[in-house]
């Protein structure tokens, strides 16, 4: 079945170091890639998507490129901030008009920025 | 800007009791997500409502779990007898009637359960 793989933290920064989060998924077919962040104590929230090969999703400084022929969807941002510090979880989803539209997600890779 | 409730936020309860979470999507959302995330994962897909109607369950325990969506509106996640396995974070999430492609889901902050 579809499942995605990213790395393992806590990865831990410095404040306006040069981020990369890995992600890599098996799926069939074409499916649309995500980031979610979940900061301490709250739900997730929708960083950015993408749902063709080549696009880039970017949202808040963070970028992230579908790539098809590395089936990768890496997170990266050029600067990161103590605010960035948070977990994230990279995900996907199949397309068409189904109803059943569920989302798998990666075991999510904790960041903390230190000041 | 609408939100996802959820409630309670915190549950400790004792294994073999009965816990209930509840959930109220956005409005005008059609379509309601329940999730369980164990410490140190990514959630897992437990039930999809499409208004009042399950579209997907295929990983809910159902022989302890049961989840119902009356009026197509807010939801109701049961879980007895509880288990220790069961701690986890429970989160719902809401989208815009799917059927016309996949369109965000928005969650809410989610209920965090502790089996004693």
């Known amino acids: 079945g579809d499942s995605v793989t990213q790395m393992e933290g806590p990865v831990t920064l410095s404040e306006e170091a040069f981020l990369t989060i890995n992600c890599t998924y098996t799926a069939t077919g074409y499916p649309s890639l995500f980031w979610y962040v979940q900061y301490p104590g709250e739900g997730l929230q929708l960083l950015l998507k993408?749902?063709?090969?080549?696009d880039k999703g970017s949202n808040k400084g963070f970028e992230a490129t579908y790539r098809k022929e590395t089936t990768s969807f890496h997170l990266e941002k050029g600067s990161v901030q103590v605010s960035d510090s948070a977990v994230y979880f990279c995900?996907?989803?199949?397309?068409?008009?189904?109803?059943?539209?569920?989302?798998?997600f990666g075991s999510g890779t904790r960041l903390s920025i230190r000041p | 800007e609408a939100e996802v409730a959820q409630s309670p936020r915190y549950k400790i309860t004792e294994k073999s009791q009965a816990v209930a979470f509840w959930c109220d999507p956005i409005s005008g959302h059609a379509t309601l997500y329940w999730y369980r995330q164990i410490l140190g994962q990514g959630p897992e897909l437990l039930v999809q409502f499409q208004d009042e109607s399950v579209v997907d369950d295929s990983q809910l325990p159902k022989d302890r779990f049961s989840a119902e969506r009356l009026k197509g509106v807010d939801s109701t996640l049961k879980i007895q007898p509880a288990e220790l396995g069961d701690s986890a974070m429970y989160l719902c999430?809401?989208?815009?009637?799917?059927?016309?492609?996949?369109?965000?889901?928005?969650f809410g902050p989610g209920t965090r359960l502790t089996v004693l």
């Open positions: 995900a996907l989803s199949q397309p068409g008009y189904s109803s059943a539209s569920k989302i798998i």
């Open positions: 993408a749902t063709k090969a080549d």
């Open positions: 999430a809401s989208s815009l009637r799917t059927g016309v492609m996949r369109l965000e889901q928005f």
